[in-house]
């Protein structure tokens, strides 16, 4: 009877905007990037130090947070794109949400939400942190390769080597090109098929920049990966 | 998500689409709002799927889905609500959907916080008992049975319902 009253009161419906194909087209574009955003996701955790060494990421203090530079987007979207090009040439593949692959964005962008964790993806708080992601393929592996730059109070990740270092986990500290402090860290996790191989390294340069990079199925090896972040026009002071 | 998943999600969706707009339309009293809090919903069923099916109540699931996005979507600032002891006047309704609201149903519901207005829509609306409108709304049952007790004070007053609804 209640329920009677109720449809009076909304009265004529009118048509619907919502259409079922729609949402099934949408779940399936969906569903692909997922593919992608869950090895990414998994490189991400790991240059954080989520994986392995039971630390939890602070992505970024209130100290650093700002509006998305498209000027900054650019030039450091150049500034990768000729890094990784002479680093690690090979195929560089997988973009989504208007990025091309190795597309600098802040991580304010679509493209980044609910890639990570919860705190950065409210374009309000993000921190003033640029990232980019793609697929490579040189020879023949295949890996995730993610690129964070900002300034090292936005980008709070320890510039220290953890207490669990063991047959699985590694880390070591040094001292790299232009005085830069570079931490690098190799993983492996998971078990059987799902065997997994990470290496990440952590740059503090002289002029305040900090860059995590990280790569998945060692498509990219450590020295790499310290060659590509020590260039120096991936800096946030140029 | 299958394809024979996808035709199990059309088929529930086709059958049910009225009757959650007709949901999401009580609780925020704009068709367009409406509209989008069932977009949101189902765009998160569709991925969900699987789990939603196996659910002992597959409406119930949906019905949760469905007020957590609205909720969500509340708190987004250009849809914040404030509650007023004075229903404020309304905008003339859109052409063909005229709200006939004698009963004073929609003012009533308009005038409550958004978790009593949910409990009365799911208790009086979508049929669901106490605990399970305790379950969606995760929210002790004592709670559901107290608002539910007021709701149904003020529906009562607002549509002459002497006797007949419990």
Redesign the interface.
């Known amino acids: 009877?209640?329920?009677t009253?109720?449809?009076?009161?909304?009265?004529?419906?009118?048509?619907?905007?919502?259409d079922?194909?729609d949402?099934?087209r949408?779940?399936?574009r969906?569903?692909r990037r997922t593919g992608i955003a869950s090895a990414a996701t998994v490189v991400v955790l790991a240059a954080a130090g989520l994986v392995g060494t039971g630390l939890r990421p602070i992505w970024g203090t209130d100290s650093d947070t700002a509006a998305p530079s498209t000027s900054t987007e650019q030039r450091l979207t150049r500034a990768l794109e000729a890094a990784v090009a002479a680093h690690a040439p090979g195929k560089v593949s997988d973009a989504d949400n208007g990025l091309r692959p190795l597309q600098v964005a802040h991580l304010s962008h679509e493209r980044y939400r609910g890639l990570f964790p919860r705190p950065v993806v409210a374009v309000k708080s993000a921190p003033n942190v640029y990232a980019a992601a793609a697929t490579l393929t040189i020879g023949v592996r295949t890996g995730v390769f993610v690129i964070f730059i900002g300034r090292a109070d936005a980008l709070f990740v320890p510039p220290k080597c953890q207490a669990e270092v063991g047959d699985k986990y590694s880390c070591t500290i040094a001292t790299g090109p232009q005085g830069a402090l570079i931490v690098r860290r190799e993983w492996t996790y998971g078990e059987d098929k799902g065997v997994h191989r990470q290496s990440t390294v952590q740059i503090d340069k002289t002029d305040g920049t900090r860059l995590v990079l990280s790569a998945n199925n060692l498509v990219l090896d450590p020295g790499q990966l310290i060659a590509i972040g020590t260039e120096r026009a991936l800096t946030m002071t140029p | 998500?299958k394809g024979s998943d996808?035709a199990e999600?059309?088929e529930y969706?086709?059958a049910r689409?009225?009757q959650l707009?007709?949901v999401a339309?009580?609780m925020c009293h704009d068709?367009?709002t409406a509209?989008d809090v069932?977009?949101v919903t189902?765009?998160k069923l569709?991925?969900r799927w699987r789990q939603a099916r196996s659910a002992a109540n597959v409406d119930a699931y949906v019905n949760r889905m469905l007020i957590n996005a609205w909720l969500d979507e509340r708190r987004r600032p250009w849809r914040r609500e404030t509650v007023t002891e004075v229903v404020p006047e309304r905008a003339a309704?859109?052409s063909?959907?005229?709200?006939?609201?004698?009963?004073g149903?929609?003012s009533l519901l308009r005038s409550l916080p958004a978790r009593n207005r949910a409990v009365l829509?799911l208790r009086?609306?979508c049929?669901l008992s106490v605990e399970e409108t305790a379950q969606v709304l995760d929210i002790p049952a004592g709670t559901v049975k107290s608002q539910t007790a007021r709701g149904l004070e003020a529906?009562r007053a607002a549509?002459d319902?002497r006797s007949?609804?419990r």
Do not use: C, K, N
């Open positions: 009877m209640m329920r009253y109720f449809d009076e009161a909304i009265g004529t419906v009118p048509p619907a905007q919502v079922v194909d949402v099934i949408r779940g399936r969906r569903s | 998500v996808e999600f059309r969706v086709s689409l009225d707009r007709r339309y009580l068709w367009h509209d069932v977009a189902l765009d569709f991925q309704p859109r063909g959907s005229a709200t006939v609201d004698e009963t149903i929609m829509v009086f609306y049929d529906l549509i319902v007949g609804v």
